[in-house]
């Protein structure tokens, strides 16, 4: 009888895992795609999709390589992705920490506030943000384009921190406090090492955007040795087709170090977003 | 050590732990917004030196623009569909990939993937699988389904969007949804197997309720991904066939920037922010509701 | 002895702030709009910056999916205005309080005439430079249609809608699929419509005077021969397109490449295509016909193909100094005037020029095909006075009349009550 039990589950299983499988080379089946062509040149491409390539030549790639100027936007978007991540972790840790501990009618309100301004649509604010930036002078430098990311990455960050640290138990940073720490120290000392998983997450997730993105460098950083890697492989759209050879290899060398990085930390994203979770 | 009692130390601790963030949120995002709300009242069209104030008029004339009310009509079918679909999927996906299954990480991570790219490369990936990829399977294969590319029709296109926004999306709420699985503890779900409940009911009346503030959250985040898409939009579909599918945001930035009406694509723009803002908040306002209840 | 350091001093100090604002390069910048040339303009910069020894040329590409007007709008508003910047013709007077006047260059002497009118404001400033010529109309590959005629194709042989349709039926009983539409809204709305607008007369205030009556609502398209005639030949292009089961699936890809591989014998598009065309048949023979409108092969616009300057660079006024203005009027100069820089314009970038005194042949065959056309009289306006949404709304009705969505009597009501109600 609990062999029979067995077996049925040994089935269901591997009716599950079969199907998982099936939909992940579904799900994977653009990204097939995207490697297979970054090896063909572009009539190729357009002639037959799915072909293989008659040679794995890097031709594409290291003339995207060349073209985007890798070793500088690379660089750039190194600095700039992890800089930014650097100051939003940094101060919305803190922030989190003032609102979740000092529940203060203006914290509750600054709290509703930074949650609510994540609905504001970027097309909205982006013209008169331009405006005011560029009548200080302040554009085309990679300073701006940062503070930029942390006055729009506090919101999500707070958001995440706060939930963490309200399971943290009090009892901690008090007992520290009596003996003469400060609160400031007390953070550092007691609280945030315990934010690890959500520290993690946190920076995940805004490694994994900022990295990607696209439309507020290109409004901020206008010369081009300033480019990130995202906007230099847009060096190969043009005005009614694209070079698809180039442009898919340049992708790849775009998305890779995002993705190396998202494979070593994958594990902690799930961890991390427990830890805020428990209220 | 100063006092925290006093208003001096209020503020003082404030400034310390949160003047950062509370400055930069308001230098760079409500400044412009409130800005952005100021010129809304005014007629300026993104690029004279001068601009006159004009009150309301141009709040007025974004309720005559029908057009902007059929693309609002459009996302909030959209977003109906993408938000179920991909909450189910993800669900389901997470419910999966924490029973134990071999190979578990690995699919995690895997489906986790997709999300990795974004914008307008997703768009222009995905749209060269519907209009050459597929439609060469459809011949080769003689499937009816894909021999004419479904980016040249208006239904099909509006699915094309569906589709593509949950692939990209279900990863992300997945993984959401799975570490709220894992923080449902395994007594509860053992006293339920126990009490004779079987797999369905044990889903239904012990693991989701206490998925709620998840489901919550991951409903929050697809419908703000989904009312302010435009990356996807243009680079799928540029709102095509004739603009069949062509969602608010898109509509929006099209106003301001090619019919160079600039001050009311920034007024419908505010008219999308308040809207969204109130379907969100009743959403999370219903999702509290229902925690509580638990 | 004072006196000779003192002068030894005076010297020293000179010479260094001599080499100091020698050494002092004008950085000038430079938006491209046309994605296709980028690089090639990217080497043209290099190059000239080494010649002119103290200024520099940046090359800034124009992000895709952005308008050149747009992105132009937001480098004003940021304070970084680029100090040359191609934008659309329909665009240049947008721009007239930043443009700087150029009306005293000597290259407006020398601009084909029509070419600045798109640039020139009521008072007869002029605030743009024709960066580039284009022309459209039916691209044939001629080695495709001389073996499927058994003969050598003469184009001048196709004047009429008869004519071209009796083409299309020799094509197809000899097994080659006539012609490719793209379903492009850009396309279809502002180019093929437009050449409604430039058939009405020769005279181009007859053509202002007819977009202004549809402005006003004064015009029933139902009743315009023009108009009908463009769109029943349309129609014809419409029954032997290759697409015809499917027509709005196409891509500006596919266009290129079926004419390219010989699949179709004739594409409507226009010369910014040979880069793609190159790719796949460098040595090929192609060249335009025009898009018949009616039956008389004596009307206006049955012969005759559209041709215009479409790109014009304007000069910034508000942010840049006087040495960055005066280096970029030299560069424009330099393209025009010089051996060198009528050489990259023509044949590196495969640009058709918009001056007289630049005698230099393009080597490519559809420039050489307008060419043909604009030295024989025979071209219609390019029409570019259009609304800022006109290719996209007029476009996208003309893709739904294509997909048979609508019938003739909608569409024209539809392209009525645009302009009735357009800005």
């Known amino acids: ?19 998982l499988y099936f939909l992940l080379v579904l799900y994977l089946i653009p990204f097939f795609l995207v490697f297979v062509n970054a090896f063909k040149d572009r009539n190729q491409i357009i002639a037959n999709p799915f072909r293989l390539p008659s040679a794995f030549h890097l031709a594409n790639f290291i003339e995207a390589f060349r073209k985007m100027n890798y070793p ?3 660089w750039n978007s190194l600095v700039i992705t992890v800089l930014s991540t650097a100051l939003i972790v940094f101060f919305s840790s803190m922030t989190a920490y003032l609102f979740a501990r000092l529940p203060w009618k203006f914290n509750r309100f600054m709290f509703f506030l930074m949650v609510a301004s994540m609905l504001i649509p970027f097309q909205a604010i982006m013209i008169p943000l331009v405006k005011i930036y560029g009548s200080f002078g302040l554009l085309n430098n990679r300073w701006t384009l940062m503070y930029m990311y942390l006055g729009f990455g506090c919101s999500f960050a707070v958001f995440l921190y706060h939930g963490a640290i309200k399971s943290i138990p009090l009892e901690l940073e008090e007992a520290a406090m009596i003996d003469g720490c400060s609160r400031f120290q007390a953070f550092f000392r007691i609280v945030f090492p315990l934010l690890r998983p959500t520290t993690t997450t946190v920076a995940i997730l805004d490694v994994l955007w900022i990295w990607n993105d696209f439309l507020l460098p290109s409004l901020v950083l206008i010369s081009p040795r300033n480019r990130t890697l995202p906007l230099s492989t847009y060096y190969f759209y043009g005005t009614y087709t694209s070079e698809y050879g180039l442009l898919l290899a340049s992708l790849i060398l775009s998305i890779t170090p995002v993705i190396i990085f998202y494979l070593f930390m994958q594990r902690h994203i799930i961890r991390g977003i427990l830890q805020g979770s428990i209220k | 050590m100063v006092s925290e009692k006093t208003l001096f130390g209020k503020v003082g601790t404030y400034l310390l732990f949160a003047g950062p963030t509370t400055f930069a949120l308001f230098t760079v995002v409500i400044l412009p917004f409130l800005f952005g709300v100021y010129l809304t009242l005014t007629n300026w069209d993104g690029l004279s030196a001068t601009y006159l104030f004009v009150g309301l008029k141009n709040y007025r004339m974004v309720f005559e623009d029908k057009a902007f009310w059929t693309s609002f009509g459009l996302t909030l079918r959209y977003v109906a569909y993408t938000v179920v679909l991909t909450n189910v999927i993800a669900f389901t996906l997470a419910y999966l990939l924490t029973s134990g299954i071999r190979g578990q990480n690995f699919l995690r991570a895997g489906f986790f993937v997709p999300n990795l790219i974004g914008g307008i490369v ?28 479904w980016l040249a029709h208006p239904d099909k296109a509006f699915w094309a969007l569906v589709i593509v926004s949950v692939w990209q999306s279900s990863g992300y709420m997945m993984v959401i949804y799975i570490a709220g699985l894992m923080g449902i503890p395994k007594d509860l779900v053992e006293a339920a197997t126990i009490e004779g409940a079987t797999g369905l009911q044990r889903l239904r009346y012990v693991i989701l309720p206490l998925l709620t503030p998840f489901t919550t959250v991951c409903i929050f985040l697809s419908l703000q991904r989904g009312f302010i898409v435009y990356d996807l939009n243009k680079a799928l579909t540029e709102g095509g066939p004739y603009k069949s599918t062509e969602l608010v945001a898109m509509h929006v930035y099209e106003k301001a920037f090619l019919a160079q009406q600039y001050e009311i694509g920034q007024s419908e ?14 959403q999370v306002y219903l999702g509290k509701r229902l925690e509580v209840e638990q | 002895m004072r006196k000779l350091v003192f002068f030894l001093i005076a010297a020293l100090v000179l010479s260094v702030a001599m080499s100091v604002t020698a050494g002092a390069r004008v950085n000038i910048t430079f938006l491209n709009s046309k994605g296709e040339i980028q690089a090639q303009l990217e080497e043209i910069a290099a190059l000239y910056s080494e010649i002119a020894k103290d200024v520099t040329v940046e090359v800034i590409p124009c992000p895709v999916g952005q308008s050149p007007f747009e992105k132009v709008v937001s480098m004003y508003a940021s304070g970084n205005a680029p100090t040359i910047a191609m934008v659309d013709a329909g665009d240049v007077k947008k721009f007239q309080d930043k443009a700087l006047n150029l009306t005293g260059e000597r290259w407006v002497q020398d601009a084909i005439p029509g070419s600045l009118d798109m640039a020139t404001l009521e008072d007869g400033t002029v605030v743009g430079f024709p960066f580039a010529v284009e022309g459209y109309g039916l691209i044939s590959n001629k080695k495709v249609l001389d073996k499927a005629l058994g003969k050598s194709f003469d184009p001048s042989s196709i004047r009429t809608r008869k004519d071209l349709q009796a083409l299309f039926e020799e094509l197809k009983n000899a097994g080659v699929a006539p012609l490719v539409i793209s379903p492009l809204d850009w396309s279809l709305g502002a180019h093929f419509f437009a050449i409604a607008y430039a058939a009405q007369s020769p005279d181009p205030k007859q053509v202002d005077a007819f977009l202004k009556d ?13 108009v009908n005639g463009l769109l029943d030949t349309f129609d014809v292009m419409r029954a032997y397109n290759i697409d015809k089961d499917d027509p709005l699936s196409g891509t500006y890809d596919r266009g290129s490449y079926l004419l390219g591989t010989g699949e179709v014998a004739m594409w409507f598009m226009g010369n910014w295509a040979w880069p793609q065309l190159s790719e796949l048949d460098p040595e090929g023979e192609y060249g335009f016909l025009p898009v018949p409108i009616s039956d008389n092969p004596d009307d206006y616009g049955n012969s005759q193909i559209p041709v215009g300057a479409t790109k014009f660079l304007i000069l910034d006024r508000e942010q840049s100094s006087e040495a960055e203005q005066r280096a970029a009027k030299d560069f424009l100069n330099w393209l025009v005037y010089d051996a060198k820089g009528q050489d990259m314009l023509v044949n590196k970038l495969s640009i058709i020029p918009a001056f007289k005194n630049i005698t230099l042949e393009p080597k490519d065959p559809l420039a050489k095909s307008i060419l ?8 219609l306006q390019f029409v570019l006075d259009l609304p800022a949404d006109h290719w996209r709304m007029v476009g996208a009705f003309m893709q739904k009349y294509l997909g048979n969505a609508i ?17």
């Open chain 1, 1 to 19: 009888m609990a062999q029979r039990q067995r077996y049925r589950e040994g089935i269901l299983e591997v009716l599950r895992l079969s199907f």
């Open chain 1, 72 to 74: 500088y936007a690379f």
């Open chain 2, 269 to 282: 723009a505010f008219f999308l922010f308040a809207m969204i803002v109130g379907v969100t908040l009743a």
């Open chain 3, 214 to 226: 549809l402005r006003a609502g004064k015009v029933d398209l139902q009743q315009n021969s023009v």
């Open chain 2, 122 to 149: 997703l768009g222009l990936i995905w749209r060269f699988v519907f209009s050459n990829v597929l439609v060469y399977v459809g011949k080769r294969f003689g499937w009816e389904l894909f021999l004419r590319s």
């Open chain 3, 407 to 423: 019938s003739r009597d909608e569409l024209l009501d539809e392209i009525e009550n645009y302009w009735k109600n357009v800005k």
């Open chain 3, 372 to 379: 043909q056309y604009v030295r024989a009289g025979k071209t």
